[in-house]
């Protein structure tokens, strides 16, 4: 399975501010998912990232609000801008599993989040 | 619209004791999977079952698929108080096996 970090790993930010995620993951992947889990909600995928293209975001999420930078094939960076408290939440990022690593395709490997809180 | 929704939204149960969770989605779906997340931490993948599956097991877990109700339940046995967590379902649909539409989840507390 793919190990994945994620920083920071918590924050604490003023609103009108921006703030960084970064994520790492051990092994080349093809595909990032970055996903945000609001207070007590389920997951809700924001975008896709892939290596070399602009990331495809998902209805309700965009581009100047979250923009996403895939460098390379190990990591990626989501940016909350112009931050307000409606975005504290849990950002997540996740990759696909691979067949033979004790996963398939289908499932996703996820990092340990970063939890962030707007004032 | 909410694609998986879980019941009951919160479950407590005593060790020793079986706990089992559903999930109902809303339209044809290629596969569907459980995941775990501990205080609100990164998710851990337990189990997946696919559209042509009925019942599938792994350890003291026990998936089922009834895709005529478009509903899927999760079945732990012999309940430890380390299984204390949410539990997600997501589901991935159409041309897409990536993208997973996650339900809002059953927090379950194991009682020692």
């Known amino acids: 399975s793919a190990v994945i970090s994620q920083k920071p790993s918590r924050d604490i930010c003023q609103r009108g501010t921006s703030l960084t995620i970064q994520c790492q993951v051990d092994s080349q992947v093809t595909m990032m998912f970055w996903y945000r889990q609001q207070p007590g909600q389920s997951l809700t995928l924001i975008a896709t990232a892939n290596q070399g293209s602009e990331a495809t975001y998902e209805s309700g999420f965009v581009i100047d609000k979250f923009p996403i930078s895939r460098p390379n094939l190990t990591f990626s960076t989501l940016t909350v801008s112009n931050m307000s408290p409606e975005d504290s939440s849990i950002y997540l990022c996740?990759?696909?599993?691979?067949?033979?690593?004790?996963?398939?395709?289908?499932?996703?490997?996820f990092g340990p989040g970063t939890r962030l809180l707007v004032l | 619209s909410q694609q998986g929704e879980e019941d009951p939204q919160a479950l407590s149960i005593q060790e020793g004791e079986n706990a089992t969770m559903n999930c109902s989605y809303k339209?044809?779906?290629?596969?569907l999977q459980w995941y775990r997340q501990n205080s609100g931490r990164g998710l851990v993948h337990l189990i997946l079952i696919r559209s042509n599956e009925r019942e599938k097991h792994s350890g003291r877990l026990r998936v089922t698929l009834d895709t005529s109700k478009k509903s899927s339940s999760l079945l732990i046995t012999a309940s430890r108080a380390a299984d204390t967590a949410s539990y997600f379902c997501?589901?991935?649909?159409?041309?897409?096996?990536?993208?997973?539409?996650f339900g809002k989840g059953t927090l379950l507390t194991v009682n020692p």
């Open positions: 339209t044809s779906i290629n596969n």
């Open positions: 997501a589901t991935s649909s159409g041309g897409s096996n990536y993208k997973l539409t």
């Open positions: 996740s990759v696909p599993g691979s067949r033979g690593g004790g996963g398939t395709q289908e499932t996703q490997y």
